[in-house]
């Protein structure tokens, strides 16, 4: 704690709680994300687990005040091990009426509500869709059900920047940072985070010295606002987290995607080069990888999806690591260049960071529903292997995953993130890159066959891929191409036996994969009623849903899949162990298709398409309904 | 990475033992002959020649080139050749493919792909006309033109590659024809050469679907009236006995005979760096003006993409230094949970 802000003027109790989900939403111009990020990092830093999701407006400058244009960010943190942003928020923050709408149906009963007063006016009203006779913090049933806390941000701002000679539209920029103190106070979290960010932001790094010191005002007469200003009867205070010892730091999962494919090309010795078009929301795996060149990066910003993944098999087969990254829709595009791949036997990752459709859909919003596109959504007998991360610190691991497999077999690799962990964030310990294995490449410079000729599709026989001979190495000359090839030669071949073995051992080839992917892990008891199944972005939803029915006396388990093809090799014995299995899904049952199909049981889906995580109360009241509790 | 010194090679050292699948007759075959005939000339090791094509019958050329060979999809071979290019700038990358793979499908990938002037070299193969899937029209078909899918006439008017290529922003643009080989070969000698995208177009004969398209341009009878050859700084003359050029008649040309106080002083001069006037040139069609082959356009102004892209790379590792993976992972703010 800065000293500035550490002499209490009145005696307010402190509560301690486990956790707190606070949300601040605003209009798009209100500086949301910065403020939620801020106090994040201020909780990760103090020490709390902490796990985010900025929830984006779909437009990007929508008209001022509407419903549509506002931005929220969800931080929950935590004295324990947390997986999730959390369910019920317990604390929002409003910055005008379109906030207060769109946000209030999801903080818990009994929770802390502040808005700023000074935007509840009838203009704003009628931009949201309220009547402009209906004040909604006057509404009985609302001050009923929460704690309404009326805060004048607008005027108390410009009062405590009147000496800032600032114009009206700059001093009114602050207001966020003045609600960030009025937060920081009622959660007794330090403001020195915030303002040496505030410090090298404005003042190093854009030059504006004065808009940093106005931040840096409003943040604290916010502070001294919630301490002197007697609305809170008491504060919360949120100890540290027993995390595992060692160096952290925050981490969203399009930033470890992005640092977990730098690293695989690292540990493999190669450059990287990744071809992609602009897509929501992974585009920022472009920007983020585009500003690492000095780190063996090559990035190509194709002229469409099917350009990009066709650069990334060019690449690959001139010998580099080739990665190419979209959403749904350019997976769809993508299709036949990643079949081209299956053929050719290359190896490629595709990263597909899903978001709600179909079509265009929702870009700004998550859903799981690209999974049997990614299994199955190509011409022909065309197996890849799906692996899935699981949370925003996982993608880094899952990335390296990604490569290994895709060069040990020889195959694309598709990787199936979602919005949901690409923009939520978490604290990530920092691997010991050291111990992290070194990918083994091989490229033949000898001809294979006794003759002196080269086979380019002689398999090894443990891993079933072929030799990655590449360009510039002499006498190794061969043609590669989406005919089908006779097996050793690569030659087109319309052979009916040969095709059919070709279509078998590239089948095959993928399944291998399972030789050396982890076993699935059980989550609680190894048998029991209930194994509530998920893959990808549920992980921590699904996970704390379980700890919760376990705790209430129920025998479920979890596991989460991260390899979706092929499957751990103990999958089938690990769905034997339960009476019933659930898999939830933010789809309408892909997972659960395959499951069903694959191994025959009666398996039974929870599923929802809300552009949203699960609730983990709706997880476990429908988890008790399947199981009849 | 070579030690040792360059080999020797003859046209045969790049044709493979695969059967060459080509219709009887097709004008794939003389293209393929040319491009065996050249390589050898280049001074380059077989090794770093990498021949990409999409689909269709001129696509088929990379399995008759013992170099290596990528048989990509249909349209796509500008993006392979790109990535190639990104993975590895030191080699030879040719794209040999038709015109409905090159203008119609893969159309997006191969104006991006000159605009960007990625140093590659590309042979279209000119048939106007789906020869693999049969006989439909394909985007250089003339307006009008019968095919098995237009039975009563194409209603589409064509393409011009060559316009298209000096609008896409093409810095090598150049026309030749499958019937002759020598020029073939000097045509490419200088593609291959140009630093940047060259695109040679070649007119190709269809024998099976299309046969006689370019009956005029090639057969020894018509071909001095209806074509004209480019040289540079040369003037523009043409016609079986010397006797016509092209002239500059306000903003447009115009075939004028020579004699009657016109002589070849008076004719425009080819000028090989003007953007302006190659795009004149692409727009010459018989039987109204003779059609230029050679050199159309040559510019070494651009920088590749290729270049570019590594250049940009050598430039941070040389401000910033090689990037440090422990320090890059543990950027921004850290925090230490101790043991307890
Ligand atoms: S169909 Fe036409 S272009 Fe194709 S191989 Fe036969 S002659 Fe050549």
């Known amino acids: ?629 | 990475m070579h030690d040792t010194q360059l080999p020797t090679y003859k046209p045969k050292d790049f044709a493979t033992d695969q059967d060459v699948r080509w219709c009887p007759g097709c004008g794939d075959y003389a293209i393929l002959k040319a491009v065996q005939k050249t390589l050898p000339t280049l001074g380059r090791r077989k090794e770093d020649y990498v021949f990409v094509s999409g689909i269709g019958c001129a696509a088929r050329f990379p399995y008759y080139m013992d170099t290596y060979g990528l048989h990509s999809i249909h349209g796509r071979a500008p993006a392979f050749a790109t990535g190639i290019k990104l993975a590895n700038p030191a080699l030879d990358v040719w794209l040999v493919s038709g015109d409905g793979d090159l203008l119609s499908i893969g159309g997006n990938h191969t104006m991006h792909t000159m605009r960007r002037n990625v140093d590659i070299n590309i042979l279209l193969l000119n048939n106007r006309i789906y020869g693999l899937t049969k006989g439909q029209y394909s985007p250089t078909s003339e307006f009008g033109k019968k095919t098995k899918s237009t039975p009563v006439g194409s209603p589409d008017y064509p393409v011009n590659p060559l316009s298209w290529a000096i609008g896409g922003g093409c810095t090598f643009v150049a026309r030749s024809i499958d019937i002759d080989v020598l020029h073939l070969e000097k045509v490419m000698a200088r593609a291959a050469a140009h630093r940047g995208t060259s695109f040679v177009e070649v007119y190709q004969d269809c024998n099976i679907y299309n046969h006689q398209t370019w009956f005029y341009a090639s057969q020894k009878k018509t071909r001095p009236d209806s074509t004209i050859q480019l040289e540079p700084g040369k003037p523009m003359i043409f016609g079986a006995d010397s006797d016509k050029g092209l002239q500059m008649d306000g903003t447009r040309l115009k075939v004028v005979e020579l004699g009657n106080g016109v002589s070849e002083s008076d004719l425009l001069l080819h000028d090989e760096t003007d953007r302006g006037l190659a795009f004149m040139l692409t727009q010459l069609s018989f039987p109204e003006f003779p059609e230029p082959l050679g050199i159309i356009y040559a510019s070494t102004e651009q920088e590749t993409y290729d270049h570019v892209v590594h250049e940009q790379i050598r430039q941070a590792i040389e401000m910033d230094g090689k990037g440090d993976l422990h320090k890059l992972l543990h950027e921004g703010e850290t925090w230490v949970v101790e043991d307890d």
């Open chain 1, 1 to 629: 704690m800065s000293t500035d802000t550490d002499t209490a003027h009145r005696h307010v109790d402190t509560k301690p709680v486990d956790a707190v989900a606070i949300r601040f939403c605003g209009d798009s111009g209100d500086g949301m994300q910065l403020t939620g990020g801020l106090f994040t990092n201020t909780a990760a830093l103090f020490g709390n687990d902490i796990a985010t999701y900025p929830d984006f407006p779909a437009e990007i400058r929508a008209p001022r005040g509407t419903t549509f244009g506002v931005s929220g960010f969800q931080v929950q943190f935590a004295s324990t091990d947390i997986f999730t942003p959390g369910d019920a928020v317990n604390a929002l923050v409003a910055m005008n009426p379109a906030g207060f709408k769109t946000n209030i149906m999801d903080v818990e009963p009994g929770g802390i509500v502040i808005v700023n007063e000074d935007e509840f006016n009838k203009a704003n009203f009628k931009k949201c869709g309220y009547e402009a006779s209906y004040d909604p913090l006057d509404d009985d049933e609302l001050n009923r059900r929460y704690q309404i806390v009326r805060v004048p941000m607008t005027r108390l701002t410009r009062e405590s920047l009147t000496d800032a000679g600032m114009g009206a539209k700059d001093v009114d920029r602050c207001r966020n940072m003045y609600a960030l103190g009025i937060v920081c106070w009622l959660y007794d979290r330090p403001l020195d985070p915030t303002i040496r960010f505030l410090d090298n932001f404005f003042g190093k790094k854009k030059d504006k010295p004065e808009v940093a010191a106005a931040n840096i005002k409003a943040l604290k007469a916010g502070f001294f606002f919630g301490e002197t200003a007697e609305l809170f009867p008491v504060r919360y205070q949120v100890a540290r987290a027993r995390l595992n010892p060692g160096k952290y730091r925050k981490i969203s999962g399009n930033e470890a995607t992005a640092l977990g494919f730098v690293t695989a090309a690292a540990k493999a010795n190669k450059q990287l080069v990744y071809a992609s078009y602009p897509i929501t929301p992974a585009s920022e795996v472009l920007h983020t990888l585009s500003r690492l060149k000095r780190y063996g990066v090559t990035t190509f910003q194709a002229e469409d999806e099917i350009s990009a993944v066709c650069a990334a098999i060019g690449a690959s087969f001139a010998g580099q690591l080739a990665l190419t990254g979209t959403s749904g829709p350019g997976l769809a595009l993508k299709g036949e260049g990643i079949g081209l791949a299956v053929m050719l036997e290359v190896p490629l990752v595709v990263i597909d960071v899903q978001r709600a459709g179909p079509s265009t859909g929702m870009p700004t919003k998550t859903e799981q529903a690209d999974l049997l596109m990614a299994l199955w959504g190509r011409p022909g007998e065309s197996p890849c292997i799906v692996v899935a991360p699981r949370s925003p610190s996982d993608c880094f691991d899952m990335a390296i995953e990604a490569f290994r497999l895709a060069v040990r077999y020889m195959c694309p690799v598709i990787y199936l993130s979602d919005g949901y962990i690409a923009n939520g964030a978490e604290p990530w310990l920092l691997p010991d890159l050291d111990a992290i294995e070194p990918i083994q490449i091989e490229h033949p410079s000898e001809t294979n066959n006794p003759d002196g000729t080269f086979l380019p599709y002689k398999r090894d026989p443990e891993t079933l891929a072929r030799p990655w001979a590449i360009p510039g190495t002499e006498g190794l000359e061969h043609r590669l191409g989406g005919l089908e090839k006779e097996a050793d030669t690569g030659n087109v071949s319309y052979d009916p036996e040969n095709h059919d073995q070709m279509v078998r051992t590239r089948a095959a080839k993928v399944l291998k994969a399972a030789d050396i992917i982890p076993l699935l892990e059980v989550r609680g008891p190894e048998s029991g009623d209930a194994l509530l199944l998920g893959w990808g972005g549920t992980y921590g939803t699904i996970t704390t849903a379980g700890d919760e029915l376990r705790e209430a006396g129920h025998s479920v388990s979890t596991a989460h899949l991260q390899y979706l093809n092929p499957f751990p090799k103990n999958l089938p014995d690990v769905l034997g162990r339960f009476k019933t299995i659930i898999i939830p899904e933010i789809n309408l049952g892909q997972l659960l298709k395959v499951i069903r199909a694959e191994y025959l049981i009666d398996a039974v889906g929870i599923n929802e398409m809300r552009g949203k995580m699960f609730r983990i109360a709706d997880l476990v009241e429908k988890t008790l309904q399947i199981i009849g509790r």
